[in-house]
């Protein structure tokens, strides 16, 4: 498997040329068939060396609230009402591994968050300053500070197995089949079977979550409830916050000089409406690199 | 198991794991597979992608196989029989279910004699006084001319048991089912239609259970009723189908096989009673036989019963046991009475072990391995006032467990001052399951080998070791300073190389048996089926006098000369359904699907050709390994081979609490039984009568609770493990939201629950996946908690109450397992 790097925090965009051709993989996601039972929670723990995290029983299944610098892979338990049923959704949550990753995007320190040519979005620690500023620009609320390391920490998509090719903990642990590993052209595939079976039986609304707003994610969901989204604690229509595209596509590019006046100006904005309040057509940025 | 046994001939899970993949429909009721047996479940998962089947989940609780069901019914806690019944009842009305296979692998044509009856919530032969039936009353009828049972193969005899069926399900409508499991009708007629579409040869479901059914006051008989039903549908035998029982531990399987209970010997052979003084006496009851000797007659396989039982006693006792001293059959211990665990309990606690009639002192010592009776048993203030009478107290285990830390248990336990309590414990380091190697039986019946994978820590020795040890300082006494009955210590055998830590696959070479001398073949004497010294291959090479060793014959094939079946891995697939044949050893006879006879039709034909179990191919019967004769053509036997009449049982005389299944109310009833008030209980049930084991009533626990297991824990075992408790950091109550909102209770905050043996504290959890329901024209309100904490545990944040503070020794009259899974409670803010 490629490591080769597509893009970079705080390097000129291009950088990723020829790299078009490289295989895009993707984590396979079933909420249908998930069971919740959080073999994934423990094999992400214990490949990455991991927690455990202080938790304590506050009336919910779910282990944690969000995600932690300790625990990257958190099962969501949502319970919904329908018309005379119940619905007791499970959602895996992890970094999305984003086409057009946020994180990325915000970070100022050069080479700290890296995208792989196969569209992993990693972190490296070695140039990770702990800013934070890549939780500012994650759509998803999914990089998180670690106190004993003072770096960012979140799913690497079990990088160092892909590229011995391996498959992630997560998928590997999995015991339902509800989770798959490949490519993204395979993992859609599989994903639009399965959405149209389940709209054979009754789920009308079914749909594949690989949102366009951030050019899709290395991360594919099948949602029952396709329309809703948020059911699962997911994003409607996540975009990249548009403080953070100028920041990246403007500011940036002027200097070192601007930075602390743009950061304070755009974040300002963001941190007034909110991430999970983006919504509607913000208009593709051409000036993004493309894959 | 007792109720797979009396309807089909074997206790056991009558699939398998992975078949669960070949099902069209798949029935979830009194177990939560999603939950407790997760890996398992992928074949749930598989069968729905892959076949479109579907799942319907039956649970008070929505559970998280409720999560991923195709339909969910909420049912209330041990109203079961009911829900079955109902069934049932729908699938006669409504004439979807397989005739054919009823009238021809069923005991649906078969009269019964006119001493059977029920009326108004009792079976005849039902005595008030000891609350037992007389199981005499509920008999076959012989045909007056032939001596063979009494047939009508029209089914249309009133005497015969599809009609007795029919009569005795009549009461089961959808309303009295919605009344009495306050299940909305709408809802459990979508569920009968669904489970009945495979009432036909094309299409095969399945039921798949757990504790959730045995572990009620009705258990046995809950399970009766899903036997039932998938006989009427004409499912067990076949690919897809079946009964499949999920153990609730990784060994339990292979424990139960083992003799892991009083009244068996391992491979369900029997326990002498001490009636039976020579082993003729013990052969001529234990043995079973047959009216059918003609056509269609019953193979009766447990006419082998004295072959099984000689080989056991060889090699047990080996060259002590001969032919003139019966085999060393003197020296097996013979019962006088009830010794499962809670009678044990019981004279512990009482100080007397009374039976039949002898007035014994209570045990004064305790050996305990791989359990935790403080958090395993009934009425926990009952359990350590029990514990803290013993003189001595000897547990192995890897972890300090409530068990070894009793005279700890909090106050509130109700347990004598520490420093009154007499008892010596001795905590034996134990090695853990990846700590040594080994077998594990699961619920498909493999015995799968299991290698250890790193060696024990400290001085914590693996069981074999412990066990090996005091027996061997135990025979030493015996050799010194004599005793009573010394032989049956001198003479077992125990002739492993190293005989203070035997190698398991020394012992598991011995399960499977071998010939002493050399065994003739019966068809030409010149030959030899084995020689002296040959491990056996299957258990029709059994003897009955003395010329074969077998410590199991249910396990025989496991360890023959082709070496450790248990060990071998093939994913070879060549039937295609998943049945493995070269991956491990499946008891019995390596067969996966068992009663498969009954995958096919009279002439020998698959009644789903797409998914045939054995058929007949004019010499014999290919595809698993047949349940039956392999070269008798079809017709010549029944299906269900180790029943003596050979037919698979709608109606069982063999349980205590009737031939049917009947709808009673748990022990603690919240309602009086809606169909005979007089009657509310199981009638048969087992309670105890010290002053511990008291009883509650609706008046004053107006709630009705249920327990658990989650997925994130095992047992009482995993609060030691920070991993874990950071997944399940601590004990809950569920609390429907409705009712919470009522009563002010908010998630998370602390409450307490209170039954009349016990009073616990936890946090709250406010949830939609709890609904009161409508019971008998009242809202009725179900809370529950998981078990699988207590005050032992390595981080004291991850302590909580035992469970079973709450629970009562109420007990199934069969297998006298406790009722766990409903009993009443109150409910109030802490
Ligand atoms: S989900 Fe967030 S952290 Fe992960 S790649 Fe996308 S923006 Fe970055
Ligand atoms: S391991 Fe699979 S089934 Fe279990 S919680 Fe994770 S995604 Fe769901």
Redesign the pocket.
């Known amino acids: 498997m490629s490591l080769d790097i597509r893009r970079s925090s705080a390097s000129v965009w291009g950088s990723a040329s020829g790299m078009r051709t490289a295989q895009v993989v993707s984590k396979y996601?079933d909420t249908t068939t998930?069971?919740?039972?959080?073999?994934?929670?423990v094999a992400c723990q214990e490949w990455n060396d991991l927690g455990p995290v202080a938790t304590e029983q506050v009336g919910t299944y779910q282990t944690l609230p969000t995600l932690h610098a300790e625990f990257w892979n958190l099962?969501r338990f949502n319970e919904r009402d329908f018309d005379g049923g119940l619905a007791w959704l499970?959602r895996?949550d992890q970094c999305m591994h984003c086409d057009e990753p946020g994180c990325l995007a915000a970070c100022p320190a050069p080479g700290a968050i890296v995208q792989y040519a196969n569209g992993i979005v990693d972190v490296n620690p070695d140039q990770c300053i702990g800013c934070k500023y890549c939780e500012t620009g994650c759509p998803f609320d999914v990089p998180r500070f670690s106190a004993t390391t003072g770096k960012m920490a979140k799913c690497t998509l079990c990088v160092d197995r892909v590229s011995v090719g391996l498959e992630p903990a997560?998928i590997k642990?999995?015991?339902?089949g509800?989770?798959h590993f490949g490519t993204k052209q395979d993992m859609l595939e599989l994903a639009k079977g399965r959405v149209q079976q389940l709209k054979g039986n009754g789920f009308a609304q079914a749909a594949v979550y690989d949102p366009q707003g951030v050019h899709g994610t290395s991360v594919i969901t099948v949602l029952a409830h396709g329309d809703h989204p948020e059911y699962y604690d997911l994003p409607v229509d996540p975009h990249v916050p548009w403080g953070v595209k100028l920041w990246k596509t403007i500011v940036r590019p002027l200097g070192a000089i601007a930075i602390f006046g743009a950061v304070i100006g755009a974040f300002g904005h963001y941190m007034n409406h909110g991430r999970k309040g983006v919504k509607g057509a913000d208009a593709h940025d051409a000036n993004l690199p493309d894959a | 198991m007792a109720s797979l046994a009396a309807t089909f001939g074997r206790g056991a899970m009558t699939n398998g794991w992975v078949d669960i993949k070949n099902a069209d429909v798949i029935l979830a009721m009194g177990g939560n597979p999603a939950e407790n047996h997760?890996c398992g479940f992928k074949w749930f998962i598989e069968a729905k992608k892959t076949r479109g089947a579907k799942l319907v989940a039956v649970d008070p609780r929505f559970t998280r196989t409720a999560a991923v069901a195709d339909l969910y019914s909420p049912i209330r806690a041990g109203s079961d029989i009911a829900y079955l019944l109902g069934i049932i009842r729908y699938a006669i009305e409504t004439g979807r279910f397989h005739k054919e296979y009823v009238q021809l692998f069923t005991n649906g044509p078969y009269l019964i004699g006119e001493k059977y009856g029920f009326d108004d919530g009792l079976f005849t032969g039902f005595d008030d006084a000891t609350k037992t039936y007389d199981k005499t009353n509920w008999g076959y009828e012989a045909d007056p001319k032939t001596k063979a049972y009494a047939v009508d193969k029209t089914m249309e005899n009133p005497r015969c048991v599809f009609q007795l069926l029919k009569k005795h399900v009549e009461r089961y409508t959808p309303e009295t089912v919605a009344r009495i499991c306050g299940t909305p009708k709408e809802t459990f007629l979508k569920v009968c239609e669904i489970v009945t579409s495979t009432g036909n040869a094309q299409r095969c479901g399945t039921i798949t259970y757990a504790l959730g059914w045995t572990q009620h006051s009705t258990g046995v008989q809950i399970i009766r009723a899903a036997a039932m039903l998938q006989l009427l549908l004409g499912n067990v035998g076949r690919p897809g189908g079946g009964v499949n029982a999920f153990r609730g531990h990784s060994n339990i399987q292979g424990a139960t096989d083992m003799a892991g209970t009083f009244e068996i010997l391992p491979g369900y052979l029997k326990t002498p009673a001490g009636p039976q003084q020579t082993l003729k006496d013990y052969l001529e009851a234990a043995t079973p036989t047959t009216l059918n000797k003609q056509a269609w007659a019953s193979m009766n396989y447990w006419q082998n019963y004295p072959k099984f039982m000689a080989s056991l006693l060889k090699a047990t006792y080996g060259k002590n046991a001969t032919k003139d001293n019966e085999f060393g059959y003197a020296w097996l211990p013979k019962v006088d009475g009830n010794y499962s665990w809670m009678y044990i309990y019981d004279d512990m606690y009482r100080g007397s072990s009374k039976r039949l009639g002898a007035d014994e002192p209570a045990p004064e010592g305790l050996i305990t391995f791989g359990m935790n009776p403080m958090g395993i048993g009934p009425n926990v203030p009952k359990m350590v006032n029990a514990l803290s009478k013993l003189k001595w107290l000897v547990v192995g285990e890897n972890y300090e467990i409530e068990t070894a830390t009793f005279w700890k248990a909090p106050k509130e336990y109700g347990g004598p001052d520490p420093s009154k309590i007499p008892t010596e414990v001795f905590q034996l380091p134990a090695s853990g399951f990846a700590e040594k190697d080994g077998t594990f039986t699961n619920s498909a019946r493999w015995l799968q080998w299991k290698w250890k994978a790193v060696d024990p820590p400290g001085n914590a020795k693996t069981d074999q070791e412990i066990l090996a040890r005091i027996f061997l300082a135990v025979r030493d006494l015996y050799k010194k300073e004599g005793g009573a009955l010394p032989e049956q210590v001198l003479n077992v055998t125990w002739s492993y190389s190293n005989p203070a830590a035997p190698d398991l696959g020394e012992v598991l070479k011995e399960i499977n048996g071998k010939a002493l001398v050399d065994i003739p073949d019966p068809k030409d004497k010149t030959k030899m089926i084995r020689t002296a010294g040959q491990q056996l291959e299957n258990f029709g090479q059994l003897q009955d006098d003395g010329s074969t060793a077998c410590g199991n014959w249910l396990h025989l094939g496991v360890y023959t000369e082709a070496g450790n079946n248990a060990q071998r891995r093939s994913t070879a697939d060549p039937t295609g359904l998943g049945m493995y044949p070269n991956w491990t050893f499946s008891w019995p006879a390596n067969r996966r699907i068992m009663y498969n006879r009954a995958s096919a039709d009279a002439e020998g034909k698959a009644w789903d050709p797409t998914r045939p179990g054995i058929v007949w191919n004019g010499e014999k019967w290919v595809g698993d390994v047949p349940d039956i004769k392999p070269d008798s053509p079809p017709g010549e036997y029944g299906a269900f081979i180790m029943n003596a009449e050979g037919v698979g049982r709608l109606f069982a005389a063999a349980l205590n609490d009737g031939p049917f299944p009947e709808h009673y109310e748990a022990v603690e009833a919240i309602i009086q039984n809606p169909l005979h008030p007089k009657v509310t209980s199981n009638p048969a049930t087992k309670k105890f009568s010290s002053d511990k084991d008291v009883y509650g009533k609706p008046d004053q626990f107006p709630l009705v609770c249920t327990t658990y297991r989650l997925t994130e824990h095992y047992h009482y075992w995993t609060k030691h493990t920070e991993v874990l408790n950071q997944l399940q950091p601590g004990f809950f109550v569920e609390i429907p939201e409705a009712y919470a909102q009522k009563q002010g209770i908010a998630n998370g905050s602390k409450v307490r629950v209170t039954s009349a043996r016990g009073s616990i504290e936890g946090v709250a959890m406010v949830t939609k996946r709890l609904r009161p329901l409508q019971v008998d024209g009242k809202e009725l309100i179900q809370i529950g908690f998981p078990i699988h904490w207590g005050y032992s545990a390595g981080d004291t944040g991850h302590t909580g109450p035992l469970a079973n503070f709450l629970t009562p020794s109420a007990m199934d009259p069969n297998t006298w397992t406790p009722e766990f899974k409903t009993f009443l409670v109150k409910l109030e803010k802490a």
């Open positions: 996601i998930c069971i919740g039972c959080k073999a994934c929670e099962i499970m895996k997560c642990a999995c015991p339902t509800c989770l | 997760p």
